[in-house]
């Protein structure tokens, strides 16, 4: 692939990603700008070192393991937003590197996007969540613990992991995965008129 359509994919591919799909459904400007950073950084990088010759295996595997321990030594982040860096990194590789023949590159791209478009879809398991709760109580019981926190959730809990049980300051730290019931058809657009009304 030559370096000017490698460079005009990825510059849409990243637009698409972070403009498209990442910020309106995250919300994290300071994420923009670093998916942004990070994707036009490794494609200048794998302009620069293709040209000088080098190894296209060892440049994609170095710059993966580079800006990973640069991001874990940064700031944490939340699983989705994990993949959408390295989906921005894999795509500056892939727009960096001459690859052949030339729909491959291309079709790794969409096959990213495709992904991450699906995979991060506010409509696949939107009623599933991942929280952590501290109880005022130290509950050893999992039976009981799951029944507190449907308890105090209004949910069904799918799965507990105890982070921690503290018998001494009766409390617990548990990890709870829990699905919340679909409201009913109607109830919601009800509700909400209710309160605009109301104010």
Not at 144 to 161: C, F, M, N, Q, T
């Amino acid at each position: 692939m030559s370096t000017p359509t490698g460079f005009g994919l990825d510059v849409v591919a990243i637009v698409v990603l972070v403009f498209g799909l990442y910020f309106p459904r995250h919300r994290r400007k300071d994420l923009v700008v670093s998916y942004l950073g990070v994707n036009i950084g490794v494609l200048a990088v794998a302009e620069a070192l293709t040209s000088a010759n080098v190894d296209a295996t060892g440049l994609g595997f170095g710059l993966f393991g580079v800006l990973s321990i640069i991001r874990l030594r940064s700031f944490e982040l939340d699983q989705q937003e994990v993949a959408y860096y390295f989906v921005a990194l894999a795509l500056g590789v892939l727009g960096g590197v001459p690859i052949t023949p030339d729909w491959l590159a291309p079709a790794l791209m969409a096959a990213l996007l495709v992904a991450i478009f699906v995979g991060d879809h506010p409509a696949l398991y939107a009623g599933y969540r991942v929280q952590t709760i501290t109880l005022d109580e130290a509950i050893a019981d999992e039976a009981r613990l799951v029944a507190r926190l449907e308890e105090l959730l209004g949910a069904r809990v799918r799965g507990v992991s105890v982070r921690r049980l503290d018998l001494v300051d009766d409390t617990t730290v548990v990890e709870a995965r829990f699905q919340r019931p679909r409201p009913a058809r109607g109830s919601d657009d009800r509700h909400g008129r209710h309160e605009q009304v109301s104010r």
